[in-house]
């Protein structure tokens, strides 16, 4: 199978490992693009991968970082900047694995996905448009999950999650030569742990509770049967999108579910778009 397609690698947040299972999956199956597409939590792999780090080197970066470092929760942060965190930890962590890079300075074609919470339009960050940006900030953007991360401006736009966005954003011609998108998308259920609304501060439990149903919520979303076959979902079970105490054996799982999902689902999918261009 040698078939060019462009992958977008759709939401997912903290549940990141599943991506690299997929990316995985495209090695294997000699799936070749030039181009890629990273939203979200899907933004960070991408831009790993974009930069021409190894795949065994992004998977032990996901296995082995602990992700509560960049959580420093805070009331007055969500209270003056609409975020429980700045993000800005986030960020230089992101920063120090692309050493810097910006995005004409990448090995492929990245092309990252925010939202201008202000029109709801999608903001896209790549070498055509923002060739000098730092890639990180661009993930920083794109990873601002609601009431999560601190709402960023870029220039009179205010950027948040590119996971909001509707499907027809996703789907477009990415390299200008009408080469097929294959979107992988996280699918969630309702996570059924419970959490004390009680204590001295319940805001932090009320306010976990309010993201953990969105994104959820939003991974479970109708997908729109014009996009059907050019999208992959990845059935992920209760992960949350927000759980920053995930734990390395727990990382694996995803990986594993991304990487059998997209051993078992490319192949059929790639059969059918050359089905239907043959017909």
């Known amino acids: 199978m040698n078939k060019a397609i462009v992958p977008i690698f759709a939401g997912g947040g903290t549940r990141l490992p599943a991506h690299l ?13 030039e181009d890629l597409v990273g939203v979200s939590g899907g933004s960070i792999i991408a831009s790993f991968y974009a930069a021409g780090l190894p795949l065994h080197d992004i998977k032990r970066i996901a296995l082995k970082t602990n992700y509560n ?6 009331l007055l942060k969500l209270i003056r900047h609409g975020g429980l965190s700045s993000g800005d930890a986030f960020e230089r962590w992101v920063d120090n694995h692309l050493q810097g890079k910006t995005f004409s300075q990448l090995e492929k074609n990245l092309h990252i996905v925010a939202t201008d919470v202000t029109n709801g339009k999608p903001v896209i960050f ?11 900030q661009a993930v920083r953007y794109s990873m601002s999950i609601p009431l999560v991360f601190s709402f ?3 220039g009179k736009r205010i950027m948040v999650d590119g996971s909001i966005l509707s499907e027809d954003a996703l789907h477009r011609d990415w390299d200008h030569k009408g080469t097929p998108v294959l979107c992988f998308r996280l699918r969630g259920e309702h996570e059924y742990d419970q959490l004390n609304v009680n204590g001295l501060f319940p805001i932090f439990n009320y306010v976990t509770l309010l993201i953990r149903t969105f994104m959820t919520t939003i991974s479970r ?10 999208t992959i979902v990845i059935n992920i079970g209760e992960y949350s999108a927000v759980d920053f105490k995930m734990t390395k054996e727990e990382k694996h799982q995803l990986y594993k579910v991304g990487f059998q999902t997209a051993m078992e689902v490319i192949p059929i999918k790639i059969n059918m778009a050359t089905q239907t261009v043959t017909h």
């Open 69 to 74: 470092q960049f959580r420093e929760f805070s």
């Open 152 to 154: 960023k401006p870029f």
């Open 21 to 33: 299972g997929v990316l995985k999956a495209l090695e294997l199956l000699d799936i070749n693009f």
């Open 221 to 230: 979303e109708y997908i729109n049967e014009n996009f059907w076959h050019n």
């Open 126 to 136: 790549d070498a055509e448009l923002t060739p000098d940006m730092k890639v990180s």
